[in-house]
């Protein structure tokens, strides 16, 4: 008996129970694009040391020398580089999680759940963030900089991170497919977003009344938690993480509804 699959009508959620029955699939493409990001490389692995790595040295010039932005006590190569890890790992995510749909044949061939392939480089690039984090451990000792109990909310601050850059990607993917200025926008973007967040700057300059509705933006909890929880430069703040949380949660089932919603027409346009 021939089985037809025909696309479901209006939103749908997300089948979860079809997204364990193909775990394996999945493990094996984020498999694959880690080797894949990789291969025929002489660096290899060492490309995710590199981008942040430099970033902080030109940022510690122009930055930390030259405009003598605040670091709230602490070196600025390293308050910069703690931002920079997180941050480098959200930005390659996005970009490569709103690129995933685009040219990718797989859709018009075979019958897997499409919520997959945004996610495969939300996972994948959690090696690269792995390594870079490595790094950031060795530059702490170094400075002679060694973190306090708020490190226990690290794990906290890492799934938040990683559900923003899926909740986004989710977005940007569905729209990226069928309009394709989205790629191009996204780089755009992601530079707006950086100098957004407390990367190069400390979210200490936030005047207190406005902190609330800037947590809204989820990565500048992230970074500021990260700094918080490795280098003790403030108190956690929880006034941004948790406004943070609340818009990573909309932003994440809102794309994964409208994802639902549109992957019907993904095989069609791709």
Known sequence: MQKIIAPK????????????????????????????RYKQTILGFTWAV????????????????????????????????????????FSSAMVGSTTSLVGNNMLSKIYFPRLVIPAIPVLAYLVDFMIAFSLLGVLMVYFHIFPGYNIVFLPLLILLMVFTASGIGMWLSSLAIQYRDVKFATTFLTQLLMYGAPVVWPASMIP?????????????????????????????PWDLILPGTLSAAIIWISGAFYFKYKERIFADVV
């Open 9 to 36: 009508k209006g939103f749908q959620f997300i089948d979860w129970k079809e997204l364990f029955l193909y775990r394996h699939l999945f493990f094996f493409l984020v498999w694959r694009d880690i080797k894949i």
């Open 50 to 89: 590199i981008k942040p790595f430099f970033s902080m040295i030109v940022f510690s010039i122009v930055f930390g020398k030259m405009a003598r932005v605040a670091s709230d006590g602490v070196p600025y190569p390293i308050f910069s580089y703690a931002a920079l890890v997180p941050w480098t790992y």
């Open 208 to 236: 207190e009344q406005y902190r609330m509705l800037y947590g809204l933006y989820p990565v500048a909890g992230v970074v500021e938690g990260f700094r918080s929880a490795l280098l003790g430069t403030n108190p956690m």
